[in-house]
């Protein structure tokens, strides 16, 4: 029960400016970056523009599928989809909880489903018709492993991936996914993305090669936007599995 002493002593803690400790591969091992309340906040700006470019709005339903240590970007769209005022429902994108997905999706019958897993799809498929589960979902944004798969029942899916501690996000020209250059800066080298954190950022970060096989397209995208497009290997990007 509040109680105006406990209230008192509440309003004079201080809320520490981290907010995740993000762990990811790079080519020369793991790897831990800080990620600040106020990063998150300027992160999730960003995807919520990404989302509404999808046509996302008010009063649409979402299913997110993402795993728990990737709270430093499924938090980021949650967040924008808070924003923009769409119901979401989770699920878990590792391939034991495939089973959960398929209630979400029967019983929100949500118009986009975010972060699909080839995991998931692999499990769904024992039990479901992929192509007909999916193909009336308006937008499906699915880690890269999933997307062939997607493909191969007739479903087109944009690619929303990790790239290190930076988020990847396909628009709906679906010429590469594209990653924030106002807090980092994606590079390339031997058929190998590189990242650097932009100066905005709390934790250094020069340029780290990651063990994700892509490409980097410059250039104004179809859809208006400078942000830099990764254009990532089948293979490439994180996984539940592999992280
Ligand atoms: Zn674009």
Known sequence: ??????????RQLDRPELAYLVRFPTADGIRDMELTWAELARDTDWVTARLRDHGLATGQRALLTASGFEGFWGHAV???????????????????????????HRELNPHVVIGISAQTLEGLAGTADLGEMFRSTSVLLARPAAVPQLRGVGVTAAVISAVGPALALECPERCGAHVNAAE??????????????????????????????????????GCGSDDPRVLLGEAGGLSPQRS
């Open 184 to 221: 980092w800066r994606v590079g390339e080298q031997d058929g190998q993305l590189s990242l650097a954190a932009g100066e905005g950022r709390a934790s250094p970060l020069p340029e780290t090669p990651l063990a994700i096989a892509g490409r980097v397209v410059t250039g104004r995208c």
């Open 1 to 10: 029960m509040a109680r105006a002493d406990t209230l008192a002593r509440a």
């Open 78 to 104: 949650i967040g924008a989809l808070r924003t923009l005022k769409v119901t979401y429902g989770i699920a878990e994108a590792m391939g034991w909880d495939h089973r959960r997905t398929a209630v979400f």
